[in-house]
């Protein structure tokens, strides 16, 4: 054949599959414009649910970041109560240093707050308990002075004000004192020496105001029921003498009282100190004596409310 023979013209077999593979090629651009669409379709969609989903997640967070805030002082509380429960019971805790830290803090509370004691009860004698005796005896309720007294004043108000005295003496002492310890890095000198703060700062504190409690709490309602029963007699309210009127108030107390009585003195004394040495050391970096010292106020005040409240629901 030679060169200058023109080029075979294409078959209608060439041309058919020509237009078959047009046509596929046609047909086929429509699926890939439907995938096109619903790709971007779900583009559009999802960052709808990226969204929401993201809110959904920042308002779960700002619930529990608000829980934790408010409950967390309440966590490390109950888990210090197990700590001193746990480690006061151990003779290897009572080392010197641990004894010593005991009776120094003891003679603080004890001994500091003796003549606040005395004359808060005596006041409250004057105020409270003369009073309750001359309205009963005028009312002709004479009978009724020994429960009324045992429940107004033993059980109800000797708590609450030797909690209160206890705090704002010594409690906030206590809570200064770990605080700048713990501000100005000496805590965290003892853990690198191997001294356990909680063994020779918390646990010492706390069973010291635990004793305390109940010591000050009882000379607390002697001094009251006292100086009541003297300004009764003095007055002429009362005529019987001083161990009928003691007689009185103690054959008034239920079998419970005997118990109850002197646990919430020790549980109120337990709680305020080991609430003021907790919000010493979890005192952060940026905390001075004017943000620590309302704020360990306010837990004091809301632990010696509670503990009140939740024996008086118990009797």
């Known amino acids: 054949m030679s060169d200058d023979q023109p080029d075979t013209p294409p078959t209608d077999g060439g041309s058919q599959r020509d237009g078959e593979a047009f046509a596929g090629t046609a047909g086929g651009a429509e699926r890939p414009d439907e995938e096109c669409v619903a790709h971007y379709a779900r583009d559009d969609n999802q960052p709808n649910e990226n969204a929401l989903s993201g809110k959904i997640r920042v308002f779960l967070a700002f619930i529990g970041s608000v829980t934790r805030h408010r409950v967390w002082f309440l966590l490390i509380m109950l888990g210090t109560i197990w700590g001193v429960l746990h480690e006061s019971v151990r003779p290897n805790t009572w080392r010197r240093t641990v004894r010593y830290e005991f009776r120094t803090t003891l003679g603080e509370v004890a001994g500091g707050g003796l003549v606040a004691t005395l004359v808060t009860g005596t006041l409250t004698g004057l105020g409270g308990v003369s009073q309750a005796i001359y309205w009963l005896g005028f009312a002709g309720m004479s009978k009724m002075t020994?429960?009324?007294?045992?429940?107004?004043?033993?059980?109800?108000?000797?708590?609450?004000?030797?909690?209160v005295l206890m705090l704002g003496r010594s409690g906030m002492l206590a809570l200064t004192e770990l605080g700048m310890l713990t501000t100005g890095g000496q805590v965290k000198s003892m853990q690198a020496e191997g001294v356990d703060p909680f063994l020779l700062l918390v646990l010492p504190r706390t069973l010291a105001f635990t004793v305390s409690g109940f010591t000050l709490g009882i000379l607390f309602s002697v001094a009251s029921l006292a100086t009541g029963y003297v300004v009764s007699r003095a007055?002429?309210?009362?005529?019987?003498?001083?161990?009928?009127f003691f007689y009185d108030v103690v054959t008034a107390?239920?079998?419970?009282?005997?118990?109850?009585?002197?646990?919430?003195?020790?549980?109120v004394g337990f709680l305020v100190g080991l609430g003021c040495c907790v919000s010493g050391l979890t005192a952060s970096s940026e905390d001075t004596v004017s943000t620590?010292?309302?704020?360990?106020?306010?837990?004091?005040?809301l632990i010696v409310m509670a503990v009140s409240v939740l024996f008086s629901l118990k009797l």
Not at 254 to 266: Q, V
Not at 292 to 300: I, T
Request: proline share 9%.
């Open 146 to 163: 020994g429960p009324l007294l045992v429940t107004v004043i033993v059980r109800e108000i000797a708590p609450i004000l030797v909690g």
């Open 235 to 244: 007055s002429g309210a009362i005529s019987n003498s001083i161990w009928s």
């Open 292 to 301: 620590m010292l309302p704020r360990g106020f306010s837990r004091g005040m």
């Open 253 to 267: 107390m239920t079998p419970a009282d005997y118990i109850l009585i002197p646990l919430k003195f020790i549980v």
